[in-house]
């Protein structure tokens, strides 16, 4: 089968964080503008999915994206002909109507349930287990992303790390990245993060760090979950005014929010699409991000970066945060790898983050050299290369 030749229907409910569909919506693009696969992506929330994509009509059933057919996901499923590849992204069930669809057919599609994220080392051997249905004559296939050579990989563009290099090479377009979104370009000395998290107890530790420290800390903060932490922090009183409200912010060019106290300058920044996320996070020195897709997308950017895994109240969380973080600075000098394992455990609800965040300063620029080899050492493990050679094994 040529990909030209393929289909493919991709389901997903949209929960909270976005993670779901942002990791959808970029799997989707690819398979469709690089592999030319006839992609339908089912969504059951539009108006979230329109943060992501503001192109989109929230009022259409039907519309085309950006190369993707964009359907809404009813509660009364329409009938429609099966794709050759269905996507049930992250355990969402498919409608009754569609199963038995599948199941009509003489040649049954080839059908992945697309797991989250997790750098442990059980991933391997669950990846591509089938779990045949207990009525119905379809077998589904668990397709495990993943860090190991021995999962499904990671989802990465053809041309991102090109793409990344001339942006990181180019002080110009550096400029007028800063420039779109309402922030002065970069000072000598001054260090650049972005902080994108959620709801987090070392939030004030941090920011008391960065306006005591001794050098100018800027602070991006897209719009989200953190925010009115950050605000907190300042006493709701802004440079530029204390009428501030996050939803007022409307577009890339809109002046962001400005806080600013000591040697910390906040500027909060609107929700931005992905592909200028990305370009945040190259233009950044370190980056804090939040759950899957943000995560992947850092490591992508080659900088320095702390994650905040989503929080689980049984704590399951942390043994995938403690996963990633071994596999992250295997290859590290000793003190190296404990200054990023210290860090990470402070901003995911340990202690000591004003000492962490120094510890790990003090070695961002052997840290830098190491993100680019690690993103390096990812990067043939693709996640669509890696669904579509299984759909023509399987087809």
């Not at 669809?101 to 591509?128: F, Q």
């Amino acid at each position: 089968m040529k990909d030209s030749d393929c289909t493919c229907d991709i389901f997903c409910t949209v929960v909270d964080n976005y993670g779901d569909i942002g990791v959808s919506w970029r799997l989707a693009r690819q398979l469709a503008n690089e592999f030319g696969v006839s992609v339908r992506l089912w969504v059951d929330d539009l108006q979230s999915f329109a943060r992501l994509c503001p192109q989109v009509d929230v009022m259409l059933d039907e519309q085309h994206q950006q190369g993707v057919e964009v359907r809404r996901w009813p509660a009364e499923f329409p009938p429609v002909e099966p794709a050759a590849l269905v996507i049930e992204a992250f355990a969402c069930r498919l409608p009754q109507r569609y199963l038995a669809a599948m199941a009509a057919r003489d040649k049954k599609p080839v059908w992945v349930n697309l797991e989250y994220l997790s750098a442990e080392d059980w991933v391997e051997g669950c990846h591509r287990l089938p779990s045949p249905h207990p009525t119905l004559p379809l077998t589904k296939y668990y397709f495990f992303p993943g860090f190991a050579p021995r999962t499904g990989g990671l989802l990465l563009e053809c041309d991102l790390l090109k793409r990344r290099d001339a942006f990181q090479a180019d002080a110009a377009a550096q400029a007028i990245f800063w420039q779109g979104l309402g922030v002065p370009e970069c000072q000598p000395g001054e260090l650049r993060v972005s902080l994108f998290s959620y709801e987090n107890e070392a939030m004030e530790g941090l920011l008391h760090t960065w306006e005591h420290g001794a050098r100018l800390v800027t602070c991006l903060v897209p719009e989200g979950r953190a925010l009115p932490q950050v605000r907190q922090y300042f006493e709701g009183i802004l440079s530029c005014g204390s009428d501030f409200s996050p939803t007022n912010i409307v577009g890339l060019k809109s002046d962001p929010r400005v806080y600013s106290r000591g040697n910390l300058c906040v500027h909060v920044l609107p929700f931005v699409e992905q592909d200028r996320y990305d370009e945040l996070l190259w233009a950044c020195d370190i980056n804090f991000v939040r759950g899957e897709d943000s995560c992947v997308r850092a490591q992508w950017a080659a900088r320095p970066f702390i994650w905040h895994i989503y929080p689980q109240h049984d704590g399951v969380h942390l043994a995938k945060l403690e996963a990633l973080c071994a596999r992250y600075t295997a290859d590290l000098p000793a003190e190296m790898a404990a200054a990023v394992r210290v860090m990470w455990g402070a901003w995911n609800g340990g202690t000591g983050i004003g000492a962490a965040w120094l510890n790990l300063l003090a070695q961002r620029g052997v840290l830098t050299r190491h993100c680019k080899d690690w993103a390096q050492q990812l990067s043939p493990n693709n996640l669509a290369l890696n669904l579509l050679d299984f759909l023509r094994r399987n087809a």
